[in-house]
């Protein structure tokens, strides 16, 4: 058996590196968002902190940043945990089903870009279910109606991951629990309610982070089709730490960057509180 002391010995070189690239830089950063960004890096406190809030172009990434997670996040917590009770008892195919749902999750963007502009494109296929439902053709792919397919695009992508965490939570519960609830009359909404979510709630918890998490890398897809300063609807909060980062404006891009990062925080130990009240009153 290997010594308690041995181990250190193992995790050192793991310890370096997070220490080095991840804590170290994250601690710097937020010294430098303190400083005035001259060749001394004064000290100017919170200065910068109010400078990027007072700012209208920071106030309107974040607010579509926030409205563009409070609509996916929940979309795609809700479509999966419906798809993962679908697929929740072994049936013919099922496998498929999950690879088929996970695949674009390990699709490369640049793949799924390209799929995405020839669905939504003015001739696209959209388009023509569109005009064969008797409506004029949409410009998807422009302005703020640009922010529909984004949503979907974000939906597609992330849906079968969280799909995939929920079944194998879900193949856990023992089924004796829903038969039991069964011979009461319990019906599927409320099994689901009284057995399923108590059971999986923390793989539910799980899932609900990763969602609002993976909604804030939104921003990606939304620069490759709409560029550097899209429509206001769909300029993110990262449209405005790339574009300060171009300028070289460097204090207000990690002033954002950890405004954002408190905002998350507190989003997370809010669900995380939740998640504590529920747990105790199923206890």
């Not at 479509?79 to 099922?94: C, N, P």
């Not at 998807?140 to 109606?145: D, Q, T």
């Not at 954002?256 to 504590?276: D, E, G, Q």
Request: hydrophobic share 55%.
């Amino acid at each position: 058996m290997f010594h308690k002391k041995s181990v250190w010995l193992y995790l050192l070189p793991g310890m370096i590196g997070l220490l080095a690239f991840y804590v170290v830089p994250f601690l710097w950063g937020i010294w430098f968002s303190l400083t005035d960004g001259t060749i001394n890096n004064n000290f100017v406190g919170f200065a910068n902190y109010l400078r990027v809030w007072q700012n209208e172009v920071f106030r309107l990434g974040l607010k579509n940043t926030l409205e563009l997670s409070l609509l996916c996040a929940p979309a795609i917590f809700i479509l999966s945990f419906l798809l993962a009770s679908l697929l929740r008892k072994r049936v013919a195919g099922d496998s498929f089903f999950r690879n088929a749902l996970l695949m674009p999750y390990l699709m490369p963007s640049s793949a799924i870009l390209i799929i995405w502009l020839l669905l939504f494109d003015y001739g696209g296929v959209v388009n023509r279910l569109v005009v064969a439902l008797g409506f004029p053709r949409i410009f998807w792919l422009e302005g703020s109606a640009l922010r529909i397919p984004i949503v979907l695009l974000y939906i597609w992508k992330n849906l079968g991951f969280s799909v995939v965490i929920f079944t194998a939570a879900l193949q856990a519960v023992p089924e004796a629990l829903y038969e039991y609830a069964s011979l009461e009359g319990a019906g599927y909404l409320r099994r689901e309610i009284s057995i399923t979510l108590p059971q999986i709630l923390p793989t539910a918890f799980l899932v609900l982070v990763l969602a609002i998490v993976n909604a804030f890398k939104i921003f990606k897809e939304v620069y490759f089709i709409g560029g550097s300063y899209p429509d206001e609807s769909i300029y993110t909060l990262q449209h405005y730490m790339n574009n300060k980062f171009s300028k070289l404006d460097y204090q207000d891009v990690t002033t954002a960057a950890y405004s954002f990062a408190v905002i998350v925080v507190v989003l997370i130990l809010l669900l995380y509180r939740t998640k504590s009240v529920r747990q105790n009153d199923a206890v």
